[in-house]
């Protein structure tokens, strides 16, 4: 009986434990040369066919660029990346989204870090060379050495005067901040506009929420006079959180996640979900807008 008894609990283990979803991440290389691309992979194991599931993908990551997506594997998504810093980096941030085995709620997975090696090329033509290779210089007069450091001289002299000059120009014609003046009707506008669109397809939902995106930075960028456009998501909410009050900041970085979602992972929006992100957006600008004329 004691046999038995331990069979079956054997047979239920292996069960439990052949249906638990695991994140599983690999890298095509775990060396490569700067400047060089490496394909990294994400998938879900032991995970049912039909199982709904939302990915969560990182804006950027420190040390990386990122070169191409490949996110039409509903279970599996491919990033393509290179980088310029030598070292060995991790490239995480990846998360996703899936039905719990147990009582089936939304469980939120990260997958593992991975680890790239990123190294100088050491060997063939592609050496870098500090020191250079002597010259032959016999034939080369003390009056020719001499012609040829001055001209040196000269030439560096004029380069750094014309470059003086461009930066001093660029300077004086750089534009003041756009003022606050506006800002606010620029994205009334846009927002109209965004919203007679057709919005069906996934690659029209792709176009309309990237310039919901830049919208919505745009009018922080010009009321609070920081760069919001050149931020990422997670960056935008802790800038904007201190100017714009955490309820208002909450509910625009919420539809700025859906955004990047749409936009990186190939996520179609229903249409009610599509007009609650417009009617949220609307609703929080409005608020900013009312508390900054106060």
């Not at 190294?119 to 003390?142: C, F, H, M, V």
């Amino acid at each position: 009986m004691k046999k038995v008894v331990s069979w079956i609990v054997c047979v239920l283990a292996a069960v439990v434990t052949h249906a638990q979803i695991t994140p599983v991440a690999s890298s095509s290389k775990e060396q490569i040369l700067i400047g060089e691309s490496v394909q990294l992979t994400f998938e879900l194991k032991a995970i049912e066919k039909n199982t709904a599931v939302l990915w969560k993908l990182p804006d950027s990551v420190l040390h990386f660029e990122f070169v191409k997506f490949d996110t039409a594997d509903l279970f599996k998504k491919t990033i393509t990346i290179t980088s310029w810093d030598s070292g060995a980096w991790k490239f995480e941030g990846v998360k996703v989204t899936v039905p719990s085995t147990v009582n089936g709620k939304p469980t939120a997975l990260a997958f593992p870090p991975v680890t790239v090696n990123v190294i100088y090329d050491t060997t063939g033509s592609a050496i870098l060379n500090d020191i250079k290779p002597i010259i032959e210089i016999s034939n080369i007069g003390e009056d020719g050495i001499a012609y040829s450091i001055i001209g040196t001289a000269v030439l560096s002299l004029l380069l750094l005067i014309y470059i003086f000059r461009r930066w001093k120009q660029k300077l004086q014609s750089a534009s003041a901040p756009e003022p606050i003046t506006g800002a606010y009707e620029e994205f009334e506008k846009a927002l109209l506009q965004l919203k007679e669109k057709n919005r069906s397809s996934q690659q029209e939902q792709k176009e309309i929420f990237t310039q919901l995106s830049f919208i919505v930075k745009r009018y922080a960028e010009r009321t609070f006079r920081q760069s919001y456009t050149s931020y990422t998501t997670d960056e935008t909410a802790v800038h904007l959180s201190p100017v714009a009050g955490r309820d208002e900041t909450n509910t625009l970085t919420q539809v700025l996640r859906l955004s990047d979602a749409v936009k990186f992972a190939k996520f179609t929006v229903p249409e009610h979900d599509c007009t609650a992100a417009f009617n949220s957006v609307e609703t929080a600008i409005k608020h900013i807008h009312q508390q900054m004329n106060a």
